[in-house]
Each structure stands twice: as structure tokens, then as C-alpha cells.
């Protein structure tokens, strides 16, 4: 239950961040860093998820590394 209600609050966060961009002006580098970075967070907080529900054989490896691999890009 904990973990559905985490990853239903990250999605809205990232949903708030996509709906709020203005079409017409290209977002600032901090409102750019700011959505990678919450990207970054919904990437590795869903795939760890997915880890945690016995993962078959192809979504395992995946997982891994979407953690692997978003967590890099974090640092």
C-alpha cells in the first residue's frame, strides 16, 4: 500500500510539472534541471518498485538498470 501511494504522489509530481510548461517559451536550465531531476527520482522510485514485486526474468534486468543508470545521471 506504501509504495502505491509513493508512486502515485511521483507521478502527480511529474504530471504538475508537464501540464505547468508554457508551450510557447522553452523552460529556464533550472526548470529543466528541476524536471530531470524529478524524472531522475519517479525512474529509480518505480523501478525499485518493480524490484520489490518478484520481477520475472526480463523485467528484472531492466529495473536494475534503470536504477543504475538514473541514479548516475542524478549525481
Do not use: W
Amino acid at each position: 500500500m506504501r509504495a502505491t501511494a509513493l508512486l502515485a504522489g511521483a507521478c502527480l509530481m511529474f504530471a504538475a510539472h508537464a501540464h505547468a510548461q508554457s508551450p510557447s517559451s522553452p523552460p529556464s536550465t533550472s526548470d529543466f534541471v528541476n524536471k530531470v531531476a524529478d524524472s531522475d527520482m519517479f525512474e529509480i522510485q518505480s523501478s525499485e518498485i518493480a524490484l520489490q514485486k518478484h520481477p520475472d526474468r526480463d523485467t528484472r534486468p531492466f529495473a536494475a538498470k534503470m536504477v543504475k543508470d538514473h541514479t548516475k545521471t542524478s549525481e
